[in-house]
């Protein structure tokens, strides 16, 4: 259930934007950070909340998230302005921050027969889907019946039934060894994703060349560089920087950022699109994304067969293809465009976007030591977040979507549509280069020395070996 709505939050607004936009007259940078006050946060803040969790307790920091999740929805479906508006989309997601890693660990370490969690893990993956697909349908339908302020109600009575399960049902557990919080990596982090976010949606307002502008991608070079020299000496760092050693892992972490880009796109320029350009309503402008959304369904437990047998390589590089594909194919869009090009490419869409996300994870663990493995998959997670932040930002600053004409509309999408076409053709040749011999060669070589540097500890009484295997997938 807090998937569900955490997932359905991430597509269901993307259709009452237009809404939003007429009735709180809202610019098109403040329907960009509807979006991204959202998804930065989240992203900021998925690693510290997994930590909180471990040392203070899943159960307890889960229904904090459920909590504050559900109280941020209520806030949002009250708000009298655009500006309170992404205010509260922020509370939202600090408490979706507390939701689906938590929740992750909690499924961990409440089903301990390896039958059962791998049956609860495919439901867990199912409801990703189910959300997705259910997202802009739903959305429309609650838009159309009621208004924009509906797509957040709906939120309210499953957190709170969430919520009520959770105290019943979920039983508490803490790691035998809690990381240390990292207060200054998370403020490093947030730094440098708010600058970077902030500059790319206010730049085309702004100026380029303005000094504030500038200021802020210069903020955000000093954070990285401040970010990497601090954490090299932590003991417990927010985010290991000795991973991105490892070839596959900093693959995947661009790859996930990449295919997160062209989603965050292809939403944003999607909706506006099919409700301003072309008149549809909310509800109808829903059904025509349908088909990505289930293709994506279909496609994504196929992808992880194929993974399986054959590796990453080939999920990576027809995926990767079929969102350039998709792209290329929407470059075209105009206000007449016929339904079936557009189902067309939505399912090439779909297609692409099924077929990269399941390999990410796999990739990016491909050779660490089953101890890393957890934090592998975070950063992963907490790159597929920044990838939607920055499809929105970026699409919203190289589209011309501030207009009322649908024609030129149409036309003024055709820069985010060669985005999208962009981010396939870095995933094209992400998915050749992380799989290599070379590369995993490379994950080899840095899971041998995380074990040198970090032997394994265990609670008391439990054996520990001298030295953990890597996980090579290849």
Partial sequence: MSLFIVGLDNTIVNVALP?????????????????????LVLASLLMLSGSMADRFGRARVFKLGLVLFTLGSLLCSLAPSVQLLIVFRMVQAVGGSMLNPVAMSIIRNTFTDARERAQAIGLWAGVIGLSMAMGPVLG??????????????????IGLLAAALTWRFVPESKAPRARRIDPVGQLLVIALLASTVY??????????????????????????????????RRVDPLIDVRFFASVPFSGATVIAVAAFTGLGAFLFLNTIYLQE???LSPFHAGLYTLPMAAITVVVGPLTGRLVGARGARPSLVIGGGAILL?????????????????????VVFGIGFGSVNPPITNTAV????????????????????????LGVALAGAIAVVATTDPTVLATGTHPGWWLVAGCGVLIVVLGFLTTTHWALDTATATAARLCEDDPPTAPIGEAVSPRETPLIVR
């Avoid at 429309?140 to 009575?157: E, I, K, Q």
């Avoid at 702004?206 to 991608?217: R, T, V």
């Fill in 19 to 39: 809404s939003i936009r007429h009735e709180l007259h809202a610019s098109v940078p403040q329907l960009q950070w509807t979006i991204d006050a959202y998804t």
């Fill in 140 to 157: 429309g339908a609650l838009v159309d019946a009621g208004s924009w302020r509906s797509v957040f109600w709906v939120n309210v009575p």
């Fill in 199 to 232: 500059a790319i949606i206010e730049g085309p307002s702004h100026g380029w060349l303005s000094g504030e502008i500038l200021g802020l991608f210069v903020l955000a070079a000093l954070a990285v560089g401040a970010l990497v020299r601090y954490e090299r």
């Fill in 277 to 279: 350009s072309r008149g």
């Fill in 326 to 346: 998709s792209g290329l194919m929407l470059t075209g869009l105009t206000e007449t465009t016929s339904p079936a090009w557009l189902f067309a490419g939505y």
């Fill in 366 to 389: 491909s050779g660490m030591p089953p101890a890393q493995a957890g934090v592998a998959s975070a950063v992963a997670s907490t790159s597929r977040q920044v990838g939607l932040s």
